[in-house]
Structure formats: structure tokens, C-alpha cells
T-cell receptor, first 114, second 112 residues
Framework: EAGVTQSPTHLIKTRGQQATLRCSPI?????VYWYQQALGLGLQFLLW???????NRGNFPPRFSGRQFPNYSSELNVNALELEDSALYLC?????????????FGSGTQLSVL | QKEVEQNSGPLSVPEGAIASLNCTYS??????FFWYRQYSGKSPELIMF????GDKEDGRFTAQLNKASQYVSLLIRDSQPSDSATYLC????????????FGTGTRLQVFP
């Protein structure tokens, strides 16, 4: 069974540009989560999508946005990139956002903003 | 102010010893707690979750929760070099996994 897949593995952008990160959940999983892991910081919750809807978002500015497609894959968009957006972006999926549901993480997209 | 705090380590223990990893959280409304293991360059994987005060055991791992002290710990018995990784503690205000607050992790080194 394929795990959570993310693309691209690495992404290099310059300040002010837009970045698009993609995630495919494990087959059968309907919930997709996005986390940011910056150097020296813990994983910071960004967004949660379930059944195509945004269910919750973390304390990030509106230039961080995303969507979930009918096949449950997801896209994270970061507009007007800033240097501090450089981080590892992890996507996770679960069967549903239920009690004790296990999150399965992808390998991440390393975003570098120059 | 960090909501979930962990000592960054490294915590060094000899093979076969018990490794004790600790975590405190600031929000008394936190309901569920998770331990993830992250090998260098890899993605986090769930080891255990706990909701109720007391101990929860799974193989060599025991999670302990004390809500009065706002303290969570993970004990690893018979530590192996393959346990060397960063251990992330996470808390959620709900019983669901929709928004986990992670600590910065404790790096564990198990030496032969």
C-alpha cells in the first residue's frame, strides 16, 4: 500500500513568488493535514481538510491557503513568499479526524526561499 | 510561550537501559496526547497516544499522563540503538487529531 506522497521533494523560490505543494493521501483516507517544520521549531499546524472542506487552520496568515480535491489529494499554496517561510512542509492523512486516529506523514517538501 | 515543552537533549542512554522522555503542556484543556518518533531525515511516525491519567503500555513503550501536573512522559524499556531518534510530544484540545500542538522534540541516543 502506497503511503502519503508529497511533491516536489525540494522547491526553491525567491521572495514574493508563490509556491504550490502537493499531497496524495493514503488510499481510503479522507482527512489531510498540513504542518510546517521550521529549523529549531516543532511542527506547526497549518490546515486540516476533510471531505473537501477546510475544517480548521492554525495561526498562519491568509497567504497560506489550500484545497482538497474530490479524490482527497490536497494542495498547499503559499503566496508572497517570505524568507521565514523556508521550512519542511509535511502532509499527513488519516481515515478520519476521529479519536485516536493515527496520522500518517509524508516525507515532506523542503521549501527554500531565497 | 510554548504550549508543549520538551528538553531538546540529547538524552544518552546505554543499550538495555530505560529511556525516560518528558513533556509538559500549558493548556489545561488538552485532552489527548501523542508521542511520535522521527528518524533523521524521515517523517514522524506515531508510537503511542494516551487520553486518561495513568499508564498505558505497548510493548517496550509506556506512556504516562498526569493531567493535574500537566505532564506526559514516554518510557522506553530495553533501549536499542535503533531507538535513537527524535521523539515528539503532541497535545490536542480535543479527542480528535484535527489540530495537534507539537513540542520541539527530544533527541535520544542509545549507545551500544
Amino acid at each position: 500500500e502506497a503511503g502519503v506522497t508529497q511533491s516536489p521533494t525540494h522547491l526553491i523560490k525567491t521572495r514574493g513568488q508563490q509556491a504550490t505543494l502537493r499531497c496524495s493521501p493514503i488510499s481510503g483516507h479522507t482527512s489531510v493535514y498540513w504542518y510546517q517544520q521550521a529549523l529549531g521549531l516543532g511542527l506547526q499546524f497549518l490546515l486540516w481538510y476533510d471531505e473537501g472542506e477546510e475544517r480548521n487552520r492554525g495561526n498562519f496568515p491568509p497567504r497560506f491557503s489550500g484545497r482538497q480535491f474530490p479524490n482527497y489529494s490536497s494542495e498547499l499554496n503559499v503566496n508572497a513568499l517570505e524568507l521565514e517561510d523556508s521550512a519542511l512542509y509535511l502532509c499527513a492523512s488519516s481515515l478520519a479526524a476521529g479519536r485516536g486516529e493515527k496520522l500518517f506523514f509524508g516525507s515532506g517538501t523542503q521549501l527554500s526561499v531565497l | 510561550q510554548k504550549e508543549v515543552e520538551q528538553n531538546s537533549g540529547p538524552l544518552s542512554v546505554p543499550e538495555g537501559a530505560i529511556a525516560s522522555l518528558n513533556c509538559t503542556y500549558s493548556d489545561r484543556g488538552s485532552q489527548s496526547f501523542f508521542w511520535y518518533r522521527q528518524y533523521s531525515g524521515k517523517s514522524p511516525e506515531l508510537i503511542m497516544f494516551i487520553y486518561s491519567n495513568g499508564d498505558k503500555e505497548d510493548g517496550r513503550f509506556t506512556a504516562q499522563l498526569n493531567k493535574a501536573s500537566q505532564y506526559v512522559s514516554l518510557l522506553i524499556r530495553d533501549s536499542q540503538p535503533s531507538d535513537s531518534a527524535t521523539y515528539l510530544c503532541a497535545a490536542s484540545l480535543s479527542y480528535n487529531t484535527d489540530k495537534l500542538i507539537f513540542g520541539t522534540g527530544t533527541r535520544l541516543q542509545v549507545f551500544p
